[in-house]
Antibody, heavy 124, light 108 residues
């Protein structure tokens, strides 16, 4: 069964760094793009960007460019979302999703499989 | 940036039909995908490429497009269909992906 398993909830202080993970299993990790999606408390879904694990090529939505960094370690089928300096406004649930549909930076793809989400709380 | 507009909420009686719209400029030229999200759960894909259903999604869920509007239709609505529904597209002009604002479906 195709699965994405995300790392556990985090509680951090403003200014701290953080990396959360998304581990894929039962599929070819380097063949499919992964998306990162934010959901702030009580709000809708926001597309953060995508990463191609084969070469770690990434594109970021304008609101997230320069705010976060995507990476991937294909040897352990794991994608990462990283912050260098957290803000209170980063408090949210973060989802990863496997994208299906082609070369997703140049064509329409959709999230066929989703991780369970990671809750990040940033508070002083 | 590209904007997708959804109604905030839709109410429907059990057994009736719910229609959730998603409006966007030239949406007829884009592939539209729909997700269902129940409280405390991750999103689930219910329709992709305008009108295709993933395996395991009931036939009661269908998608269509007309003009500048895409529609997710839920036939014979059940209590278990209560959820938030989001449309999503890829905007070729910017190369970015966008979600609609989401529609809360309430079964009354």
């Amino acid at each position: 069964e195709v699965q994405l398993v995300q790392s556990g909830a985090e509680v951090k202080k403003p200014g701290e760094s953080l990396e959360i993970s998304c581990k894929g299993s039962e599929y070819s990790f380097t063949t499919y793009w992964i998306a990162w999606v934010r959901q702030m408390p009580g709000k809708g879904l926001e597309w953060m960007g995508i990463i191609y694990p084969s070469d770690s090529y990434s594109t970021y939505s304008p609101s997230f460019q320069g705010q976060v960094t995507f990476s991937a370690d294909k040897s352990i089928s794991t994608a990462y979302l990283q912050w260098s300096s957290l803000k209170a406004s980063d408090t949210a649930i973060y989802y990863c999703a496997i994208l299906v549909g082609g070369y997703c930076s140049h064509t329409s793809c959709y999230g066929a499989y989703w991780g369970q989400g990671t809750l990040v709380t940033v508070s002083s | 940036s590209y904007v997708l507009t959804q109604p905030p909420s839709v109410s429907v009686a059990p057994g009736q039909t719910a229609r959730i719209t998603c409006g966007g400029n030239n949406i007829g030229r884009k592939s539209v995908h729909w997700y269902q999200q129940k409280p405390g759960q991750a999103p689930v894909l219910v329709v992709y490429d305008d009108s295709d259903r993933p395996s395991g999604i009931p036939e009661r869920f269908s998608g269509s497009k007309s003009g500048n509007t895409a529609t997710l239709t839920i036939s014979r609505v059940e209590a278990g269909d209560e959820a938030d529904y989001f449309c999503q597209v890829w905007d070729s002009s910017s190369g970015h992906y966008v979600f609609g604002s989401g529609t809360e479906v309430t079964v009354v």
